[in-house]
């Protein structure tokens, strides 16, 4: 039974959380080889290699036949947030969107930090915009660089029919929304500075 779903839960520090929690690292195949999985772990009894202390089987492999895998993420973002309060104080407000037209402040975001001139070209005015970059930047989607808001609206949000990799809208809009609780960090930092 094929899962049809991803879970991913942002965390801090990762590390902290899963000292709490009986896991098993996911697996990946990479050139042939068994290696560690940079995020995923299993929650359940899946079978392990003792001695590398990760799942036996690959990732993929394992969510065909039914294995729940988690990827459990380093946010650093979530370090400077205060409280919940504090998040959702950052979430309501309005980003200046005009910050990401300048590579020191793109350079310093969540996974755009290397496309400031990609940014600056297409200059998202919305959450949504930035979903839809966010979402370019990936291999699944990457022929859709240099076309316009119409015909990446168009596409983007479409699964590749090769299987490459690309965002779902739902984890480009959380990214999104966490690149704007960023840049609302940057002003707050720089007002109270």
């Known amino acids: 039974m094929k899962i049809d779903f991803d879970v991913d839960i ?21 050139d042939g080889k068994f290696t560690k999985h940079n995020t995923g772990v299993y929650l359940q009894n899946i079978p392990f290699k003792p001695i590398e202390n990760f799942s036996d089987i ?26 919940e309060a504090h998040l959702n104080q950052l979430l309501s407000k309005e980003p200046m969107w005009e910050l990401l037209l300048h590579n020191d402040i793109v350079e310093q975001l969540f996974h755009i930090n290397n496309y400031a001139k990609l940014v600056a070209e297409y200059k ?3 959450v949504e915009q930035l979903a839809m970059i966010l979402a370019i930047i990936r291999p699944g989607k990457k022929h859709l660089v240099g076309k316009s ?45």
């Open 58 to 83: 690959d990732h993929k492999t394992a969510e065909e036949d039914g294995w729940f895998k988690l990827d459990v993420l380093n946010n650093s973002v979530y370090m400077d947030i205060k409280s």
């Open 10 to 30: 942002d965390m801090p520090n990762r590390d902290e959380l899963l000292k709490f929690i009986k896991h098993t690292p996911a697996s990946i195949v990479k």
């Open 124 to 126: 998202p005015e919305s």
């Open 149 to 193: 808001w119409e015909q990446i609206e168009a596409d983007v949000w479409l699964r590749p029919t090769d299987d490459t990799y690309f965002f779902k809208k739902s984890h480009a809009i959380a990214y999104a929304l966490t690149i704007a609780v960023q840049l609302n960090l940057i002003v707050e930092t720089a007002k109270s500075s």
